[in-house]
């Protein structure tokens, strides 16, 4: 016999607007087992979980029903009330009235009031059959995985480092940096990219809590938070780390050049080289497909690291968290054929400029032609290609008009005298600390701004472009003649974000970035406990919210393993012996790699029975449904739980006598 | 209380505006953000100043009681860029056929050569007869001298279903 | 294979050439063009008047090539081939107005299809016949002849419908020039329109347009201009001199439906593929071709 306690909450109107709370309470009060039941305006204020408190003493109750949000909302808050109060948490149950009635039957109050009623039936039914349980801690890995050396990675490693945890950084090209290292200056201040961002990256590879591991990639990852077993393929860069000096005599004396992709393939670079200069470690790697196998650089050598012979390396880590900040890619406006780029050698993309008017780029600096080397005397930005676009990016890339006002000013600043520059724009969006003011920076720049974006692009003999763009302004459909168009591509998730997805089962919203656990209130998460998004990855934004965010996340990771344990929910799969036939079926429909067969002697008998690794399994309950023998129950949730629940949804009793 | 459009004085008409987005199957508003692609590339700005994103912009603030009987809607070339290139896929030649459909509807003055047209097809079947071409040699030639086949016509049948279909709305 | 032909109004009325051209070298491919037995309008000029009436035109065609029993149906004007293709499209978003449109043809005992495939000319060679096998059938290829092409508007447009070729980069009749030995020079104006929809409204405008391009194209000093559609063929061909008159401009190109070109490729007389009813100079593409 048991004493159910059963709250129907208003959830101020949003529940109570819709279904009637007394009705419901009235019909609680006719359940068998119900010693008392009640209804309140919010059962999560602090005085709504008072009146559980004091009933539960008060009335000697032993089972709590909570009807109100989603359990997802507050199913915690609930069970440390209860347990605040003495009673085992495990022993409540929450009967969702809102998600599940009142939003979705908001027109239909009789309706909706019925099922809320067979709802709180239900919950009562099954709160009678639940066990006591106990949450028990588990000691986690005080490192962390940080996939992705760009800013975001960068700053969270230090972050972590200086908390006193080992860092991992992976990353999977030759040096840190990230996109960021392409830049020439960075808005609103104008601070030189580099010269903010080389600090940083030294700051990070020289910290002793930080192991840099450059051209290596996540191969494989297993366990769950606290204890991630992560297997990352270190791939060989041909060089030694430990013998290089970085005197870079081996790519002076390099023959073999390719297009150097750190410069956008504008410039070169050599077969053996460093991305660019300040690149951290700066130790080169041999491109083999356009090394000549000459022997040179070997032959050079002053400490004799080059080492061709050099095998990829699989290193096994085990940390207590992961923090994804893998970055992006840059649109590709090639799919947008009408604006010539690639046709006409005088369409770039902001980014390709970017290079062109870095003192470090292939031109050093000198903003110049690509057709002819000579400096434009008129440039022509276009604004959103690839981005509020239906057909290629829906999504705002959010930093594409300060980018361009940036490289406006830039190219008002680099070419003295006659420049004219137009910025071909739908919306112009400014909205950061300092953005309005930088814009009102441009605008008293002599930079034309139509207000209007052009249809095609066309490229006249000498390499200069022209196009038609109406002026919704002043209403004139304008010619403009460009000896340079600058297409401000948007940032797109990374071609190979399906790889970080996949392996750690973090999904992506629709917009192809990674999905957060809540966008506003659980920004720097993923849904998969402990792992944790920082940077681009997760939405396109510029630097100061990646470091900010790099930073959060960095903290959330602090706040979860510096205690260096965690509790273990215990709503998990768990195996009786007895019943166990050794089919595997379980371990083979688990899809988080959660259970594992061992032997066990059987009447003298050794047989491979399944165990369930509490720490990696989710209580999904796959395993539960496919036992042929019952084996496997995932606890609260056994065929007991749920059947009882189901017969008391076909129940006939409700408060008109209906189903 | 809505708005006004103080060059004009005209108000919205709201019931217009909702026939014209019924007929392009809409039940909301055309999703235009005013990123002029369409009319930077239009083929009929230059010689007629067709502006597609006007159009299209009237329709969604309800400034439609003149654009039925305007003479602009019959300037499109129907080359198809402005759909092909909108990226919020707003259409705005759709927009107009949907206008001219409209302009016939109530009555307004429609280029004499389209209702030429569909008389012809109700009599004949064809939008044009078939004609004697003289070539750059001077000599005429027709279907039956070029030896191609007869023009079959259409059968009783086709003249009513023809003139029941021009009756739907 | 065999094949139903929807020829529309344009080609029947006075773009011969088109026709005979198209019926003289198809066969020679493999291709036996079966005729519907009725001709009437696709419905693209009611349009404007009545879309549903339109619709209603364009889905009778549709119906009179099944009667053919035939899943395939060539529709070598462009126009045609857009209307036909959009209320083949419409028939399944719109299923209010789909219904009515099938009780109509109802009363005429006639039946919808949906499942015969709408070509065009330039698909049906790339695509089904294919490059090869063109290369082959020319006998006479074309080496060193460089052409211009207009490949329409509305063949190519608008993407989402699914069209016969690409409508930003359309390579299909340039690559089919390239198949017979000749070669298709790119230019700016390429995808501009040929202004045949605003004749009946607008003629100055129309010829006007026609004329801009014809200008573009001869500046280019290429043997001839290449059309694949009745109405782009009326504006630069027929229409050659009128434009010249509105732009102020006069006008000295070969304009050539590209069947013409192919057949001629292929050793086929050019009195059977109509080259001597162009109205704008053949003889001067022709004479290029025997040097």
Redo the contacts between chains.
Sequence with gaps: MARIGVYVCHCGSNIAGVVDVEKVVEFAKTLPDVAIAKHYAYMCSEQGQQIVQDDIKDYKLDRIVIATCSPRMHEETFRRTVEEAGLNPYLIEIVNLREQVSWAHTHEPEKATKKAEALVRMGVARVKLLEPLEKHKIRVEKGVLVVGGGIAGIQASIDLANAGFRVYLVEKSSSIGGKMAQLDKTFPTMDCSMCILAPKMLDCAHHPNVQLLTCSEVKEVKGSVGNFKVTVLKKPRYVDEKKCTGCMICSDNCPAEAQSEFDECIGVRKAIYVPFMQAVPRVPVIDMESCVECGLCEKVCPTHAVNRAQKPEEIELNVGAIVVSTGFDVFDPSA???YGYKRFKNVITSMELERLVCASGPTGGHLTRLSDGKIPRSIAFIQ?VGS????FHEYCCRVGCMVTLKQAILAREKIPGDLKIYTCF??LRAFGKGYEEFYGRARDMDIDFV??????I??AADGSLY??????GINK?LEVHADMVVLATGLVPSGDLWKISALLHASRSADGFLLEAHPKLRPLESAVAGVFLAGVCQGPKDIPDTVAQASGAAAKVIDLLSSGEIDIEPLKAVVDKDLCSGCRICESICPFVAIEMKPEFVKGEEKLMAEVAEAVCQGCGLCGSACPTGAVKIQQYGNKQVVTQVQAALAKTCSDGGG | MSLVDLMSTAKPNFELRDRILLKLGRKDLVNC??????????TA??LLEL?P?EIVKLVNLGLVEDLPSSDIIWTCVTCL?CVQ?C???ASPYHVIIALRNLAVERGAKVPEGYLKIVSQILESGLAEPPQKIVTRKMETVDRESAKLPKIKPPKQTFQAAFMKAMEEK | MKIAVYWGCCIQANQFAYEISLRATLPKLGIELVDLSESVCCGDPVKSVNDFAADFLAVRVLAQANLTGLDNLLVPCNRCHFTLSEAQDNMKKKPQSAQKIINLLKEEGLEYNPNIKIWHTINLLHDHVGLEKITKAAKKPFRGLKVATHVGCQLIRYGDLGRADDA??PRKLDELIEAIGAEAVDY?EK?DCCGAALMRSHPDSALSLAGSKLKAVQGLNVAGLVVSCPDCGLMFDVKQKDAGTIVGAKFDVPVVYYTQLLGLAMGIDSKKLGLQLNQSPAEKLLAKIST
């Design positions: 947008i054929p009408q959103c509020r676009d239906k057909r739908i919306d207000a209007g974006l052009p249809s095609e066309h490229c196009f038609d763009v109406y002026d919704r459909l | 953000y005013q990123c002029i692609k369409c009319t930077s590339g239009c700005l230059k502006k994103h860029k290139r990226p919020q896929k | 930003e980069n700016a995808l």
